[in-house]
C-alpha cells in the first residue's frame, strides 16, 4: 500500500489572516469614524511581520496519507550553544543565512512590540516575548521533525541565542529612533 504528500505553503493562510483583520479593522473604522493612519500601518506592520514570521518558521507542511514507514532524515535537534551543526564545514552563503537570519528575523518583532502595546515599552518584556516566541518556534518546530509536518526543520539553541541578540538590537533601535526622531513618533500605539 502508497502514500500520497500533500504540502501546505504558508502564503495561502497568511493571505486569508490578513484579510480577515483588514476586514475587521475596516468594520471597526466604520463603527467608530475615526482614523489615524499612523497607528493602523503600525499595526498592520505587525500583522504582516507575524504571518511572514509564521510563513518562515514553520512552513510548508507536508501531510502523508496512507503506509509511510521511511523517514527523510533524523531528527536534528542541538541543545549545545558551542555546536553549529557543522556550519563551519558548509558554504559560506549558508553560514550567513543561517546566522544573519535568525539574528535579523526578531529585529522587527523587538520594535513593532513597543510601538504597539503600551505595556510592551520596557526592555525586559520586550526580550522575555522575543525569548518566549523564540522558544516556541523551535518547540515547533521539533514537532513538526516528530510528526513529519516538515522534516527539513532543525530544532536549535543557538536559533534562540541569535533571535533574543536581534530582538535586543531591535529594542535598541526602537529606543533611538522612536523617542529620538519626531515623525516616528506619530506611529506609536
Known amino acids: 500500500m502508497g502514500y500520497e504528500e ?22 471597526f473604522i466604520l463603527k467608530n469614524k475615526k482614523l489615524d493612519w499612523h497607528k493602523e500601518i503600525s499595526r498592520l506592520l505587525l500583522i504582516l511581520y507575524l ?39 558548509t558554504d559560506f552563503s549558508i553560514i550567513v543565512r543561517n546566522l544573519g537570519g535568525n539574528l535579523v528575523m526578531m529585529i522587527p518583532f523587538a520594535i513593532l512590540l513597543p510601538v504597539n502595546f503600551r505595556s510592551m515599552r520596557k526592555f525586559g518584556r520586550v526580550v522575555m516575548v522575543v525569548l518566549a516566541t523564540s522558544i516556541v518556534i523551535e518547540v515547533l518546530q521539533y514537532i513538526w521533525q516528530l510528526t513529519m509536518l516538515n522534516v527539513w526543520r532543525a530544532t536549535d539553541i543557538n536559533d534562540v541565542i541569535l533571535n533574543v541578540c ?16 519626531p515623525f516616528m513618533k506619530r506611529f506609536i500605539i
Open 6 to 27: 500533500y504540502t501546505i505553503d504558508g502564503l495561502i493562510p497568511m493571505f486569508l489572516s490578513v484579510c480577515v483583520y483588514v476586514l475587521i479593522r475596516v468594520v
Open 51 to 89: 504571518g511572514v514570521l509564521v510563513v518562515v518558521t514553520l512552513f510548508p507542511i507536508n501531510i502523508i496519507i496512507g503506509e509511510y514507514e521511511q523517514r527523510y532524515r533524523e531528527i536534528v535537534i542541538n541543545l549545545n550553544p558551542m555546536q553549529f551543526f557543522g556550519l563551519l564545514d
Open 166 to 181: 536581534g530582538g535586543v538590537i531591535g529594542y535598541a533601535l526602537y529606543y533611538y529612533i522612536f523617542r529620538h526622531v
